[in-house]
């Protein structure tokens, strides 16, 4: 597959409105990813926190619709709507584009046509090849890009991605969640092996889900990534069968599991902040 053509201009310039009233770039694409996340996962308290950090510098003198929490909505939506146009990494091409005249970015992301190469490079199969689960590790994964690459190959992978950027890591876990994909993404440093928090997110057909893992979570987490790496497994042998899977989905086994609501159930909270 070709790498996709992303066009991100009308989000840039929506999040470049709520810049102009004396943000920063990287506050506003900050708290643009962080209301994503609280929304998906129905945190309300911490969303309300950044709607009224908002509110507190006078946006509830502009009219509705225009607003910085309806301007995060719009850019949304059309986040939305281009993801689900090419299937790739739009997060992280909004995270690049409008990072360009950022000092706080710094950062730009592996180019999607080399993590269709990386994928391949790395044994990851379409998903007609073979019966058996693929586990794919990205240990810095920015925004997750080559993930998504072997997810879109591999729908039924369960994908880990790492990565000691705390934005980085959250960028992650919105795209596998939006793109419906069974993954663990990690906040900390893959080489001294630490946890610092993490996301699951898990498929469904009613669309992908994310949560936070909580402390002890994490740590199970990485007890068993650590184990899983250090003393691979014979094909076939996952985990033990007291770890529950999704309903409907046996084959896919995980370290942890929680049932949570689905991306389109956490839509309707991204809009509910008035």
Not at 1 to 19: G, K
Not at 72 to 80: D, E, I, P, T, V
Not at 104 to 127: R, S
């Amino acid at each position: 597959m070709a790498s996709p053509q992303i066009d991100v201009d009308e989000i840039v310039e929506t999040l470049e409105q709520i810049r102009q009233r004396g943000h920063s770039a990287h506050t506003v694409f900050r708290d643009w990813v962080n209301l994503m996340l609280f929304a998906l996962q129905r945190r309300d308290d911490p969303y309300l926190e950044i709607v009224d950090d908002h509110r507190e510098r006078g946006d509830m003198d502009h009219p509705e619709g225009q607003r910085s929490v309806d301007l995060f909505s719009k850019a949304f939506g059309h986040l939305q709507e281009r993801m689900a146009a090419t299937d790739a990494d739009v997060l992280g091409a909004v995270y690049e584009e409008y990072g360009m005249s950022s000092d706080a970015f710094g950062q730009h992301f592996t180019p999607h046509n080399v993590c269709e190469t990386m994928a391949e490079i790395a044994g990851v199969v379409d998903k007609n090849d073979t019966d058996d689960r693929q586990t794919v590790l990205d240990p810095a994964c920015g925004s997750g890009r080559m993930l998504l690459v072997a997810g879109r190959k591999q729908p039924d992978a369960l994908l880990f991605g790492q990565d000691k950027d705390p934005l980085c890591a959250r960028i992650t876990a919105l795209n596998c969640c939006f793109l419906n994909l069974d993954a663990y993404v990690i906040q900390g440093d893959s080489l001294t092996v630490e946890f610092q928090r993490a996301w699951q997110t898990s498929y469904s057909v009613l669309g992908g889900s994310v949560r936070e893992l909580d402390d002890e979570e994490v740590s199970e987490l990485r007890e068993w990534v650590t184990d899983a790496f250090e003393n691979p497994v014979e094909e076939g042998n996952y985990p033990s069968p007291e770890q529950q899977t999704d309903a409907g989905s046996e084959d896919r086994t995980a370290p942890v599991t929680a049932s949570v609501s689905s991306e389109q159930a956490g839509l309707d909270a991204f809009k509910s902040s008035d």
